[in-house]
């Protein structure tokens, strides 16, 4: 696992530190977004996936979606100016998130404090008022609102992408909290 991965009750003292109000709903583990529609229940706000992907130069990808969403890697790719995308394996996951399949989700940033990880969310996914995610374990689901998401991710430290997966065009860049735009230019450029 990443060295000191975070455990479900750090993250969520992490995120009440940043004054962000969850809640969380616990249930039989989920594997896929199959398994979270079949059992899931009756838990209000946008549910979601999340793709943990890689290109040839090692470079690695957090993509955040809402779970009804195709996604063509190759369109991303272009997109992303990335080179080819594929899934990253299951031990890179676990090295650089701290989750094992199955878990994958943008709260896992809290275990990349390297910054390995390129966050990419669909816009449309953004758009709704709460949000659902697994926090860092596949037997729970954590609500929380939309922009609140996006302040976790700034405070993490993370360059994040939000793409419109219905409209061609360079996806917005969000900075985040630290580090200026002359690092963040960089890192674009290295894509």
Known sequence: MAAMAATEAQLLA???????????????????????????????????????????????????????RPIDLKRLAKRLKAGNLSFAGAEALDAILGVAPGAVTPFALINDPDHEVTVVLDADM???????????TNDATTTIRSADLKRFIAASGHLA?????????????????????????????RL
Request: hydrophobic share 35%; net charge negative; glycine share 8%.
């Open 126 to 136: 953004l758009a709704a008022p709460r949000l659902n995610y697994h926090p860092l």
């Open 14 to 68: 992490r995120l009440e530190a940043l004054g962000i109000e969850t809640t969380t709903v616990r249930h039989a583990p989920l594997f896929t977004v199959a398994d979270s529609q079949r059992l899931r229940g009756d838990i209000p706000g946008g549910h979601c996936k999340s793709l943990f992907l890689k290109n040839k130069k090692g470079r690695h990808w957090l993509l955040v979606a809402d779970e009804a």
């Open 161 to 189: 992408y939000i793409i419109d997966f219905e409209r061609d065009g360079e996806p917005e860049r969000v900075a985040p909290e630290t580090g200026g735009t002359e690092e963040l230019e960089t890192t674009w450029n």
